[in-house]
């Protein structure tokens, strides 16, 4: 009708509409997440100039081309170091990382461990698709054992990292876990850590409906069931019980929320007790 109000998108003040129709498959998480992060931001009431988006390389990574803020798509595997600079240069800023498995874990993997280490006062959110999606299904730090992949066509022989309990033993202060269906629990998650100071660490279970679903002869669906019946929550879960196993069940829920004073805090101290 002539007179009706052209509808708006709830999140529009937030996407970069001329870059859409994204590049994320039919079936993946990806977007998903990407709009529970997004939803995170709009209902903390932060000023959006108070905020910055990094990403590295990959599917997930692209994310930070999509959102209307200042973002930054960075090298493959250097997405912390660009955010801890920026974190650094302006403490003031909210400083979230959106990024994946490979990218965080593997060639990013050190990155992380210091990061975490420093508590760095930065939001990780890692979209685990158990594979390398973008560059074509190679066999990655997250891939379950015996999982077929471009690499390991025979199955993975090797076992997967436990991405929560490699966080917290590194010093994350905030550490949580969800998947791609928990649409409301990750954007209160997301919420949580960025309101949080010091390392947030959350990892979201989304695997490639392409190379890694498709390859292993699993649908779409069967997935989504997996994690409806397979999943249990469980807060302040011991870090040894959170590996990936959906035939034992993949525990959920958040499993550190501490308080640990983060650099730009003790640098300040030293420098006031150099002055003094």
């Known amino acids: 009708m002539a007179n009706a109000k052209q509808q708006v998108h709830p999140l529009e003040d937030l996407i970069r509409t001329e870059r859409i129709p994204h590049i994320w498959c039919p079936g993946c998480g990806v977007g998903t997440v990407f709009s529970a992060c997004l939803s995170a931001i ?6 959006y100039r108070k905020f910055t988006m990094v990403s ?7 994310g930070a081309g999509y959102v209307r803020l200042d973002s930054f798509h960075t090298t493959h595997g250097r997405a912390i ?10 403490p003031e800023l909210n400083v979230i990382v959106f990024s994946g498995d490979g990218d965080l874990f593997a060639i990013g993997g ?29 066999v990655a730090a997250t891939t379950p054992h015996m999982a077929l992949s471009a690499t390991t066509p025979y199955g993975n022989p090797d076992s997967p990292f436990n991405l929560p309990m490699l966080a917290i033993a590194s010093g994350a202060t905030y ?17 949580e850590a960025i309101a949080h100071r010091g390392f947030s660490f959350i990892e979201v279970l ?13 649908k779409t669906l069967d997935l989504v069931k997996k994690f409806q019946n397979n999943t249990i929550i469980r807060n302040n879960a ?8 959906f035939e034992k069940g993949v525990v959920l829920g958040k499993f550190v929320d501490i308080d640990r ?11 006031k007790r150099r002055a003094g």
């Open 261 to 271: 004073p983060t650099p730009d805090v003790l640098y300040d101290q030293i420098r």
């Open 206 to 218: 989304s695997p490639c409906p392409i190379n890694y679903a498709r390859r292993n002869k699993i």
């Open 56 to 62: 590295g390389i990959g599917c997930s990574g692209r």
């Open 110 to 138: 050190n990155h992380f461990i210091h990061a975490a280490r420093r508590n760095m006062d930065l939001t990780v959110i890692c979209i685990n698709n158990f594979i390398y999606g973008m560059t074509g299904g190679q």
């Open 238 to 245: 011991n870090p040894a019980d959170l590996d990936v196993d």
């Open 42 to 47: 709009k209902q903390t009431g932060i000023d």
């Open 81 to 90: 170091p660009f955010a801890t600079g920026i974190k650094m240069a302006n």
């Open 175 to 191: 550490v949580a876990r969800w998947t791609m269906i928990h649409s409301r629990d990750l954007t209160d998650a997301f919420a």
